[in-house]
T-cell receptor, first 110, second 114 residues
């Protein structure tokens, strides 16, 4: 079957670093996505990993290990505006069909 | 410039009614999607069209019928609305159906069935 897990909630301090983990199980896999969703708004794309390793994009980095079914999103120099839900999703092997996790709600405190 | 737009933004209706949600994208994308996000915030794919052709049709009640008059539009019609249909419905588009193409989401339509 297909399954994707991530923590429900996390808190962190402004200026700190936070890592949001995601584990998945699937028979078909075409890549791992991270999306950001502020409350009441649409999800917006953050990153895409299809090969093992780390992809860095400004303050955000995303890591993938296909053999372990594991990914993480690393947010550095946290800002208050980073308070949002972070959705992990994998493409299950065709037609850009994304399977989303329930999301991790991150609260950044001063 | 609005990339992916949906109307209406809010929709309150009674059980048994029929309603439609419209979606338009001006990005020139070939692929469009409908997602449902329930109260627990799970975002689930419902349908996907590529160049007006249905390519993803998840296990969704047949009361839900998508229609794509052209590749810039994907509408969702819902018959005989039920309480459990209450959710936020997001339209999205991508350049193509390949996994590497990011999806751009519309602002969502909050449907409340009473």
């Amino acid at each position: 079957g297909q399954n994707i897990d991530q923590p429900t909630e996390m808190t962190a301090t402004e200026g700190a670093i936070v890592q949001i983990n995601c584990t998945y199980q699937t028979s078909g896999f075409n890549g791992l996505f991270w999306y950001q969703q502020h409350a009441g708004e649409a999800p917006t794309f953050l990153s895409y990993n299809v090969l093992d390793g780390l992809e860095e994009k400004g303050r955000f980095s995303s890591f993938l290990s296909r053999s372990k079914g594991y990914s993480y999103l690393l947010l550095k120099e946290l800002q208050m505006k980073d308070s949002a839900s972070y959705l992990c999703a994998f493409d299950s092997g065709g037609y850009n069909k994304l399977i989303f996790g329930a999301g991790t709600r991150l609260a950044v405190h001063p | 410039d609005t990339a992916v737009s949906q109307t209406p933004k809010y929709l309150v209706t009674q059980m048994g009614n029929d309603k439609s949600i419209k979606c338009e994208q001006n990005l020139g994308h070939d692929t469009m999607y409908w997602y449902k996000q329930d109260s627990k915030k799970f975002l689930k794919i419902m349908f996907s069209y590529n160049n007006k052709e249905l390519i993803i049709n998840e296990t969704v009640p047949n009361r839900f019928s998508p229609k794509s008059p052209d590749k810039a539009h994907l509408n969702l019609h819902i018959n005989s609305l039920e309480l459990g249909d209450s959710a936020v419905y997001f339209c999205a588009s991508s350049q193509g159906e390949d996994a590497s193409y990011e999806q751009y989401f519309g602002p969502g339509t909050r449907l409340t069935v009473t």
